[in-house]
Structures are given as C-alpha cells and as structure tokens.
C-alpha cells in the first residue's frame, strides 16, 4: 500500500498538467508564410475562417462559410454541471467547425456546426491541414482544398490565392486593445470545385476570401463583439474593416486595411474610417436587432460605399455564441468612378441572451 499510494498522487498530479503551454506574452517575431498557415500549440485560440461567393454552371448563386475554430483547453474550467473539473481533462484540444450557405436562387439560410468529442480531427503543427470528420481544409500544390456538409448541402472547393496574404498589423501582428495576436488575410482567392444541393452536384466558380487568427484572446472574460467587414470590389481592390466593441463601445484599437490591385497593403486607422448603419433588421429566431445596411467613407481613399445583404436571414445560432454572418452586395465609388462588388459581413454581440459574457466561468 506504501508503494501504491506515491503513484496515486504522481497519477493524479500527471493527470492536472495540461499537455500544451499556452504563450500569454505579446508576439515578436514576424510571420513566416506559408508556414504561419498550419496549426500552433502555444496560441490558447486559432481559426482558420473562409467566406465567399460561388456561381454555378446552371446561373444560380451561392454564398458561403467553412470555418475551424481550435482552442487549447488547459487554462478552461468545463462547466459546473461538470463540477468545474479542468476542461483538457475532457479533451486538450477543442475544435469546432461552422459550414453556412446563403442559397440566393431559394431565397433559403442553412448552418450547421461540427466538433471533435468523440470524432476524428486533426491540426497539423507542420502542414496545412485541419479536419474534424469530414470537414476539412488543406494546403496542396498553393491552393486551399477546402471540404463541408451538412443535410442539404455540401461543397468540395479549390481555393487559390491571386495575392500574397495582407498582413493586418506590421509583421502580421495585430494589436486590438482587447488582445495582441497574429493575423492575416488571404484577400482574393480563385474558386473552382462543386457544390451539392439537395443531391445535384453543380460546378462553381467564384471569389473567396481566408483569414487566419492565432494568439491568446482573451476574449471571454469580456463583453466583447465586434462587427467585421471584407469587401471585394471588381476593379480588382479589397477592404477588411474590424470595429471591436466593448460594453457596446468601439474599441480605439479597430481599423482595417486596404488591398490595392497589385496586391500592396495600406494599413487603416479607425480615424480613416467612417461606418454607418442606415436600416436594421429584427431576428425572428433570437429578436436581436442587427444592423443592415451601412454606408462605408474611406476618407484617404476617397472611397463610398452602399452595402446591403444579399438576404436578411443569415443568423446562425451555433456555439459558442449567436453571430450574422451574411453576403453582401456593394455599390459606391472609388477616387470619383463607379466601383462595385462583394462581400460578407460577421456581426458578433447582438444577441445578449447568447453572448461570451455567458462563458466567463470557463475561463482561468
């Protein structure tokens, strides 16, 4: 008994260490692409996020989102129904997946979200690829092989980038006053692949855009929501916008960046940009109120733009918070010609009764 009893307590103790360290200082190094595109085990919190627009070879169009959200559990506290035990306990890695498709020809929204309880997943720290089941994305030959289902609906696509990636902060480190992570973002990508609607497999074409997000984020022990725009316009130009709001207040630190057509990249402060929400919509499922419309003023590039969504029901209401995440048409103009485009819109905060407020007993 003597001897059995130092192994209980070794066991024990090996059993509270949590497997990956999570880095908490601010990031030095700049990125180093395409390897920054594969998996990190020091950031608590990564995603790996695509949007875009797809037409197929009948005339109808589609809107999407593939996204993989991975999270390192070591510092979490699973919820007190579970008695507040260490959540890598439960699984050291968290992963979730989010697939969406604005079908534009029904007039039709569809989510669906996946996980990696009890599911085959992976995260490769060395090569490009994240999967949770069937659910997939991979780097190969320079493209993205990105991979979703869900009952209706299903695409297999090849995503190429006609830019280098735009880094959103000098050596893709990003100072959000809330947090300080890498990012960046793969602005305008080819698409070519298939989409399966109710059975029919179609061929697509079309325009998407990646971002990628690692570091610490400490989000959920904040009120915390932000609204998030990337546009992609036809005279070959880009535009990503974050306005990060705390306690419903924009957060100085927000801004964005602009993507010129050779591919240069011009860092925006939020004194650059002027965003105005002109009509609203009334959810039906959660009654939050979101904006939807926005008139957008780049003062320094002479930029005015009209968005509007393509449909108004494009809520997802999936862990861990309820967010819209829609497309959008844009009209407007550019230095004083007409200029339009694409693009989607991420509304996080909306919805109060589903907020990362809800959270903060998970969390160290």
Not at 72 to 99: Q, S, Y
Not at 182 to 199: A, H
Not at 293 to 305: E, S
Not at 328 to 354: F, M, W
Request: aromatic share 10%; glycine share 8%.
């Amino acid at each position: 008994m003597r001897r059995i009893a130092p192994l209980l307590m070794l066991t024990l103790i090996l059993s509270c260490t949590p497997k990956y360290i999570i880095d908490h200082g601010r990031p030095v190094r700049p990125l180093d692409l395409p390897k920054d595109d594969a998996a990190h085990y020091t950031a608590q919190m990564e995603w790996w996020y695509y949007t875009g627009h797809l037409r197929a070879d009948d005339g109808t169009e589609y809107g999407f989102e593939v996204t993989f959200f991975k999270r390192l559990t070591g510092e979490d506290r699973a919820p007190a129904c579970l008695f507040r035990m260490p959540a890598h306990w439960i699984k050291e890695v968290a992963m979730l997946g989010h697939f969406a498709v604005t079908d534009l020809d029904q007039k039709k929204f569809k989510a669906a979200e996946i996980h990696n309880l009890a599911r085959q997943w992976k995260a490769d720290p060395d090569h490009y690829h994240v999967a949770i089941n069937g659910w997939s994305a991979e780097a190969k030959e320079g493209s993205h092989m990105v991979s979703a289902s869900m009952c209706g609906y299903s695409v297999d696509l090849k995503l190429t980038p006609n830019k280098a990636a735009a880094l959103n902060g000098p050596g893709g480190i990003l100072d959000k006053g809330v947090n300080t992570n890498y990012y960046y973002s793969y602005t305008n990508m080819g698409v070519e692949g298939t989409i399966t609607v109710k059975g029919k497999k179609k061929t697509v074409t079309g325009k998407a855009w990646m971002d990628h997000e690692f570091g610490p984020m400490s989000l959920l022990s904040k009120k915390i929501g932000w609204d998030w725009f990337s546009i992609q316009l036809e005279n070959n130009t880009e535009l990503m916008i974050y306005l990060i709001k705390e306690n419903d207040s924009v957060v100085p630190h927000s801004g964005g960046n602009y993507v010129d057509a050779e591919g240069k990249t011009r860092l925006l402060a939020l004194s650059d940009i002027e965003v105005t929400s002109t009509a609203a919509w009334t959810s039906p499922k959660t009654k939050a109120v979101y904006p939807a419309r926005w008139t957008i003023a780049i003062k320094p590039l002479n930029l005015l733009l009209h968005v509007k969504p393509m449909l108004a029901e494009q809520e997802l209401t999936l862990n861990p918070v309820t967010y819209w995440e829609g497309a959008v048409t844009v009209e407007g103009s550019a230095g004083g010609q007409a200029v339009a485009g694409r693009g989607y819109i991420e509304l996080v905060g909306y919805d109060k009764k589903s907020s990362f407020d809800k959270y903060k007993h998970t969390t160290k």
